[in-house]
DNA sequence: TCTAATACTTGGAGCGCTCCAATCATGACG
DNA sequence: CGTCATGATTGGAGCGCTCCAAGTATTAGA
């Protein structure tokens, strides 16, 4: 009943364990003959190659780990998606850690892969202090994906944020709005260059002074209870952009609360395209983040580092682009105050 | 560079190596005064314990393998949740793999896990066969989560489906609808009962002529394309069930799009509770599984097995309960046809 | 002071596999 | 037919740790 080894494959097929160590791995140079015996004796055993002993005599476990921030997030699974693919396509297996939405989730979860000797790890959505990740990155290649952290220990990928911000806000700005609102996302990942983004379009439309910014927290009730604030002020805003969809849906529901339509009384941006966004009931306008192409470019910098032999820290950044939905429209015509 | 081992711990701390395997495990009978000497040492040297070379001569690796079979879904995560929590106080580590969505990544996640000889592993959302299960069984522990499938050989952990869609027939009745239509899920896990507990809540309350099943997949594509079909009808349904909230947040969609207000016009329920239920913007009246009871209970069926040395299988049901919100309500006064 | 019991420590044989150096087979070639 | 080059196999020394069996302090009791 116990795990059937190598030696037990090699005695049954009548060769050495190394022949069979040499079939398990593809190895080139075996004879035809003999690699059917093995894989024939392998096969009445139900041998499965033990992937702990492998690695420790080979010191490479051919596996990445990846930390995701937080479980819940489908963001961060379409970030996996094409990282997978391409560590697939690679030849390594891929293992996924839950942060659990804390530091200390995430710090478990590196040490663990560390302890694994895992390749190479990398980190989404993370939220650990830039010396906690170089004192991971000592250990092994590691990226940081959706967060911008200037290192030169560790690599990065990144969508350019402030960019983003700067479409959504000249797509309304297109629209014929001014009383433009932003309820940001505190200090998660990539909210900090969302708001200065926003702020700097603003002010760059000469608009600066109706630049109006309300904390939100990335979370459905965080932008819910920011829009409310935000509706509550008179002349009220005529277009809210939300630093991620999950806000946004938060700003549609206080407009439903307040009995406004959109976007025909008000105008939503979202960011980052996720599902939720794309739902014909939700229907927002967004800033698409190429998620897949996030996840691919991680892994390419990581064999960089790995099978590449390169040390020097890469800091990768991608452009998103606006995805216009039916959530904003024309500003409404201006009647009351101003 | 290399990583430091246990050997140099221990030259170290001119100690012997079974010495500070001992302080590493934490094991009692060290004396206080070595027992700080060595960790003095491996944190000078920056020990970190080879995970590998522990597992591979203890021959256990207190690591759970979680397989998601499809890691966008966050219903998933919540599991995952309940179930680390289980695992962190018992002291096991928790692994994902991510089944892609298909078969074929199930297979291979499981396989990665098998080779890793991790102690037990969870399936969520599993979809691959019964007899691959099986095959899995044989060589660990295996608690398969959401998805009933009698055998001998592994524990299940279930909601009672048919119960919960009764219960949505059941609110849908008492709040007068009589033409309640079913969007279903088609081959997805829990599909089928759902159905069978749409069909025969139907017919109990004398309403089975009334029954009208569209086939859905589970998707927000599908349960719109559903139920604009099933809005196409004359007289159409007053009431709409749907298999999970995804596909209810597409009926809900098809709604707007008809011009149908909820629930005014049209009482949707969903199935899941999960987030998207939750925002005020969708507010669906929906029935909740107890998912992180689910995760937990799944972590200690595999405990009763790895360290309680129970073989027989366990088949646990879990009852679901229904979460009343604003997108069902009385039925609509009749006018028209019939 | 001596002995027995208890509390700590340690040597070293594995765990199952990889990988290098060495050996054996084969076939081409002069 | 001997010589080489090339390809196929194998023996065995680790990889870093755990886990006895066995040994050495220490302490309590006689």
Chains 1, 2 share one sequence.
Do not use: W
Not at 153 to 170: C, I, S
Request: no cysteine.
């Amino acid at each position: 009943m116990a795990h059937p080894t190598m030696q037990q494959v090699a005695e049954r097929a009548g060769v050495s364990t190394a022949l069979v160590s040499l079939v398990m791995r593809g190895a080139p140079n075996v004879s035809d003959h003999r690699r059917a015996r093995v894989l024939k004796a392998a096969d009445e055993l139900g041998y499965r190659p033990n992937v702990l002993a492998r690695n420790l005599a080979s010191r490479r476990t051919r596996t990445i780990g990846v930390v995701l921030n937080d479980l819940h997030n489908p963001f961060f699974a379409e970030i996996v998606d094409g990282l997978q693919r391409a560590a697939d396509a690679d030849g390594y297996r891929v293992l996924i850690g839950n942060g659990k939405h804390s530091k200390a989730g995430e710090r478990e979860s590196v040490e663990t892969f560390l302890q694994l000797r895992v390749d190479g790890i990398v980190m989404a959505g993370a939220t650990i202090s830039v010396s906690a990740m170089e004192e991971a990155a000592a250990s092994t290649a590691l990226v940081i994906v959706g967060r911008t952290a200037r290192s030169t220990k560790f690599d990065t990928v990144n969508t350019d944020d402030v960019h983003g911000a700067r479409l959504a806000v000249d797509h309304l700005v297109g629209l014929g709005h001014e009383r433009i609102a932003h309820v940001d996302g505190g200090s998660g990942a990539g909210a900090a260059a969302r708001r200065k983004g926003y702020a700097q379009t603003m002010s760059g439309h000469g608009l600066g002074e109706q630049a109006m910014i309300s904390a939100g927290d990335f979370s459905e009730a965080g932008g819910s209870a920011a829009a409310g604030e935000l509706l509550a002020v008179a002349p009220r805003p005529t277009a809210i952009f939300a630093a991620n969809d999950l806000s946004a849906v938060g700003v549609l529901g206080a407009a439903d609360h307040a009995g406004l339509r959109v976007p025909d009384d008000l105008s939503i941006v979202g960011y980052d395209n996720t599902a939720l966004a794309e739902m014909h009931h939700t229907s927002l306008t967004t800033i698409n983040q190429p998620r897949e192409d996030l996840g691919r470019i991680a892994l390419e910098l990581l064999l960089q580092r790995l099978e590449g032999g390169r040390t020097a820290a890469v800091h990768h950044v991608v452009a998103p682009t606006l995805v216009e939905r039916t959530s904003s429209g024309p500003r409404p015509p201006t009647k009351g105050t101003r």
